[in-house]
């Protein structure tokens, strides 16, 4: 079984490839997800100060590294991202 730290120090190697802009409000999400592992936009926003358009990009970026999954995709509104991968180690 994998340990946090396991699959922190993976999920940040993953921000490696973005600009350097990107990677510190990326990794500031990374970090406060280990506290509330699913989010929406309005709470990215809120940790970051963002619009609501900058939080989904975030959010886009890290769906799109594998690091937070849709968890209600027919919600229209209000839709929630999970961290799945640590989500899962307290489940076993």
């Known amino acids: 079984m994998k340990k946090v ?3 922190y120090n993976e999920d940040l190697d993953k921000l490696s490839s973005l600009s350097k802009r990107e990677y510190l409000s990326t990794s500031l999400v ?6 509330q592992p699913i989010v929406s936009v309005s709470v990215v926003a809120q940790w970051t100060g963002f619009s609501r358009r900058g939080a989904q990009k975030v959010i886009d970026r890290l769906i799109g590294l594998g690091v937070l999954e849709l968890r209600n995709s027919s919600a229209k509104y209000d839709k929630s991202y999970g961290y799945v991968k640590y ?3 307290f489940n076993k």
């Open 87 to 89: 989500i899962k180690i």
């Open 5 to 7: 730290s396991d699959i």
């Open 30 to 35: 990374l970090k406060k997800l280990y506290v």
